[in-house]
């Protein structure tokens, strides 16, 4: 099945530090999302981007949507302790009307005090 | 308060019995979808539902089976289980469209012995 390249697979840094991870893909999309998700619990959005070359912040995070189309980068500036946890990016895919997720393999990120 | 449950939240079971997985939700959402969570693979969409009636696959169906005959609800259905569907799985809802958030059930974790 299909799945985005993302990088790196984990990261350990220290608080105060800004982080960088990123995904790129074969396929085109028409959405780009990326997720967190805390240990124990589901995935929950943090920012979503739908046009190609828009940079969007939502507080201390922000992301592109890459201007092919095909990737998108995800970066956490002045990290803290409860940013740890697994990021995912993920792709809308629509085909004849209907659509799908495509989720990247996930950045696991561990912050030290 | 809005939310996708699923039950159970764990189960061992044993190959070839039959055993399903529910996911309810309570916010009106077209769009309902299972995934599959493994290490080092991240999440990949088993099957996905645009409206009731209509089931769509995603990118690892094999060996799996859901149904929508009610908008709130989207069971998963593994007829004959096998240990490699242990695993972590999430049914997550939405409103149709590109600019309508996803939201995840907490998981469930299956084990096939």
């Known amino acids: 099945g299909q799945q985005l390249n993302q990088s790196p697979q984990s990261m350990f840094i220290q608080e105060g530090e800004d982080v960088s991870m990123n995904c790129t893909s074969s396929?085109?999309?028409?959405?780009w999302l990326w997720y967190k998700q805390d240990p124990g619990e589901g995935p929950v959005l943090l920012i979503a981007?739908?046009?190609?070359?828009e940079l969007t912040s939502n507080g201390r995070l922000t992301a592109q949507f890459g201007i092919t189309r095909k990737d998108s980068f995800l970066n956490i500036s002045a990290s803290i302790p409860s940013d740890v946890g697994i990021y995912f990016c993920?792709?809308?895919?629509?085909?004849?009307?209907?659509?799908?997720?495509?989720f990247g393999t996930g950045t696991r990120l561990k912050v030290l005090a | 308060e809005a939310q996708v449950t699923q039950n159970p939240r764990y189960l061992i079971t044993v190959t070839g019995k039959k055993l399903t997985v529910t996911c309810s939700q309570n916010?009106?959402?077209?769009?309902m979808s299972w995934y599959r969570q493994d290490p080092g693979l991240g999440l990949r969409q088993i099957y996905y539902?645009?409206?009731?009636?209509?089931?769509d696959k995603g990118d690892v169906p094999e060996g799996y089976k859901v149904s929508r005959k009610e908008k709130r609800n989207f069971p998963l259905i593994l007829e004959s289980p096998s240990p490699n569907q242990t695993s972590l799985y999430f049914c997550?809802?939405?409103?149709?469209?590109?600019?309508?958030?996803?939201?995840f059930g907490p998981g469930t974790r299956l084990t096939v012995l």
């Open positions: 997550a809802s939405s409103l149709v469209g590109a600019y309508n958030e996803q939201f």
């Open positions: 396929s085109i999309f028409n959405t």
């Open positions: 916010m009106n959402h077209e769009y």
């Open positions: 993920a792709g809308q895919l629509w085909t004849s009307g209907t659509y799908k997720y495509i």
């Open positions: 981007l739908y046009k190609a070359g």
């Open positions: 539902s645009m409206n009731v009636e209509v089931t």
